[in-house]
T-cell receptor, first 111, second 110 residues
Framework: DSGVTQTPKHLITATGQRVTLRCSPR?????VYWYQQSLDQGLQFLIHYYNGEERAKGNILERFSAQQFPDLHSELNLSSLELGDSALYFC??????????FGPGTRLTVL | EDQVTQSPEALRLQEGESSSLNCSYTVSGLRGLFWYRQDPGKGPEFLFTLYSAGEEKEKERLKATLTKKESFLHITAPKPEDSATYLC???????????FGTGTRLTVIP
C-alpha cells in the first residue's frame, strides 16, 4: 500500500458526460501528479500540482482540468467524454523532487 | 528528441532462470531514473531510483544499475511472483514529472 488513495475504483459513463476523479496524497506530500495509462500509449503525464498551485502540464486535453485543495487532495475533471478517454487514471504524490508513489488508479470506461 | 526505450517488450523465463531487462534513454539533463513494477490493473509500485552512472541498488532478487545511456534491471533466480510489467521512467531537465517507457512484461513459469 503506497498510502495514496483514489476514488472511485471504477467508473462507467457515456460519451459527452463529465466525471470527477479524486486523489488523496500520502501524508506530508505536497505534490500531486496525474497520469493517464491507455493500452496503446503507456503512462502519460497529465498535470502536476504543488501545494495548491499548478506546476506543470503535460499531454492534458483542454476538456480535462484539475485542482488541488487546501487539504492537499486533488480532483481531475474530465468533460465531454469520448470513447478514446477510456483508460486507467493514476495519481501519484511525492515530497518535492523525491520519488513518486502511485495510487491504485481509477478505471474509466466511456460507452 | 527525448526517448525512453525498454527491451524486450515481453520476456518469458523459467523459474530460477536469471536475466536482465534493459532501459535505454536519450534525454537531456537526466535527474533520476526510476524502476517500477506494475501488476495488471494496479498502480505502479516503486522499486528503485538511480541518479548517477555507476550507481547500483538491490532489493531481494532485483538489482538495478545505471550507465550514461542505459539502465539494467537484473533478476536473479526469479519466482512466479516476480511476474509483472516492469516500467522504467526518467526525470529530466527542469521538470518534476516522470517520462515512462512502455515496459517489459515478464512472465516467470514454474
Amino acid at each position: 500500500d503506497s498510502g495514496v488513495t483514489q476514488t472511485p475504483k471504477h467508473l462507467i459513463t457515456a460519451t459527452g458526460q463529465r466525471v470527477t476523479l479524486r486523489c488523496s496524497p500520502r501524508s506530508g506530500d505536497l505534490s500531486v501528479y496525474w497520469y493517464q495509462q491507455s493500452l496503446d500509449q503507456g503512462l502519460q503525464f497529465l498535470i502536476h500540482y504543488y501545494n495548491g498551485e499548478e506546476r506543470a502540464k503535460g499531454n492534458i486535453l483542454e476538456r480535462f482540468s484539475a485542482q488541488q485543495f487546501p487539504d492537499l487532495h486533488s480532483e481531475l475533471n474530465l468533460s465531454s467524454l469520448e470513447l478514446g478517454d477510456s483508460a486507467l487514471y493514476f495519481c501519484a504524490s511525492s515530497v518535492e523532487l523525491d520519488t513518486q508513489y502511485f495510487g491504485p488508479g481509477t478505471r474509466l470506461t466511456v460507452l | 528528441e527525448d526517448q525512453v526505450t525498454q527491451s524486450p517488450e515481453a520476456l518469458r523465463l523459467q523459474e530460477g532462470e536469471s536475466s536482465s531487462l534493459n532501459c535505454s534513454y536519450t534525454v537531456s539533463g537526466l535527474r533520476g531514473l526510476f524502476w517500477y513494477r506494475q501488476d495488471p490493473g494496479k498502480g505502479p509500485e516503486f522499486l528503485f531510483t538511480l541518479y548517477s552512472a555507476g550507481e547500483e541498488k538491490e532489493k531481494e532478487r532485483l538489482k538495478a544499475t545505471l550507465t550514461k545511456k542505459e539502465s539494467f534491471l537484473h533478476i536473479t533466480a526469479p519466482k512466479p511472483e516476480d511476474s509483472a510489467t516492469y516500467l522504467c521512467a526518467v526525470r529530466m531537465g527542469g521538470a518534476n514529472n516522470l517520462f515512462f517507457g512502455t515496459g517489459t512484461r515478464l512472465t516467470v513459469i514454474p
